[in-house]
C-alpha cells in the first residue's frame, strides 16, 4: 500500500543552525510532493512543493529535495528561527489523480534559543 | 484573506451521542476535506467531496458520514459518537484541477467523547 514516512519524530536544532527534514514515500508512481507545516493550535499550512521532474526547490529560507532513485523528500531550513518550531508533514498524491494527499506522520522541529 | 472556519473548536460528548462537525470556506473551493489527526499517525482522510451533494470515502470513513448541501459547506457526522472517535478533526478545500497541493486548512476540532 502507499505510506509516506518521516524518519524522526522529533528534531532540536539551535538558534540559527540549518535544519534538515527528511521523509521516505513508497510510491514510486507518485509525482508530487508537498511539505506542511503545522504551528500548535492552527491548521497545517503549505510551505513548498515539487514535482517529480524537479530534484530541488528553493523558497524563502526553506529547500526541498527529491531523490526518486531511494524515494526520498527532504526539506531545509536555513538560519532557523524560533517561528519555525512547528510539525512538519510530508505528503504525496500517490497513484492516480484523485487530488487527495497522503500524510506523513509528522516530525516535531524544537528551536532552542 | 483565504478563511476555512470549523464552527466548534473544543467539544466534549458522551458515547453514542451524534456529533455534527461544520465547517464553511469562503474561498469557492471545489474540494472540500474532512481529515483526523491523531498523535504518531499523521492525518488521515475520512472523506471527501469533489462538489455540492458528492461525496468520496476516504481512508477510515467508517464511523462517519458528511454532507455537503452548498458548495461552501461540508460537515462531518458521527451518528454515535464512540471513545474511539476522540481527535483533532481537520477540515480542508482546495480548488479542482489536478495535483493540487495547497489544500488550506481550518484550525481543527478537538472532540474527546466520553
Known amino acids: 500500500g502507499e505510506s509516506v514516512g518521516l524518519h524522526l519524530p522529533t528534531l532540536s536544532v539551535q538558534e540559527g543552525d540549518n535544519s534538515i527534514i527528511n521523509c521516505a514515500y513508497s510510491n514510486s508512481a507518485s509525482d508530487y510532493f508537498i511539505w506542511y507545516k503545522q504551528e500548535s493550535g492552527k491548521g497545517p499550512q503549505f510551505i513548498i512543493d515539487?514535482?517529480?521532474?524537479?530534484d530541488k526547490r528553493q523558497g524563502q529560507r526553506v529547500t526541498v529535495l527529491l531523490n526518486k532513485t531511494v524515494k526520498h523528500l527532504s526539506l531545509q531550513i536555513a538560519a532557523t528561527q524560533p517561528g519555525d518550531s512547528a510539525v512538519y508533514f510530508c505528503?504525496?498524491?500517490?497513484?492516480?489523480?484523485?487530488?487527495?494527499?497522503?500524510f506523513g506522520q509528522g516530525t516535531t522541529l524544537q528551536v532552542k534559543p | 484573506d483565504v478563511k476555512v472556519t470549523q464552527s466548534s473548536r473544543y467539544l466534549v460528548k458522551r458515547t453514542g451521542e451524534k456529533v455534527f462537525l461544520e465547517c464553511v470556506q469562503d474561498m469557492d473551493h471545489e474540494n472540500m476535506f474532512w481529515y483526523r489527526q491523531d498523535p504518531g499517525l499523521g492525518l488521515r482522510l475520512i472523506y471527501f467531496?469533489?462538489?455540492?451533494?458528492?461525496?468520496e470515502k476516504g481512508d477510515i470513513p467508517e464511523g462517519y458520514s458528511v454532507s455537503r448541501e452548498k458548495k461552501e459547506r461540508f460537515s462531518l457526522i458521527l451518528e454515535s459518537a464512540s471513545t474511539n472517535q476522540t481527535s483533532m478533526y481537520l477540515c480542508?478545500?482546495?480548488?479542482?484541477?489536478?495535483?493540487?497541493?495547497?489544500?488550506?486548512f481550518g484550525e481543527g476540532s478537538r472532540l474527546t467523547v466520553l
Open positions: 515539487i514535482r517529480s521532474n524537479m
Open positions: 480542508a478545500s482546495t480548488t479542482a484541477g489536478a495535483n493540487t497541493g495547497e489544500l488550506f
Open positions: 467531496s469533489y462538489d455540492v451533494k458528492m461525496k
Open positions: 505528503a504525496e498524491t500517490g497513484s492516480g489523480n484523485t487530488g487527495k494527499l497522503i
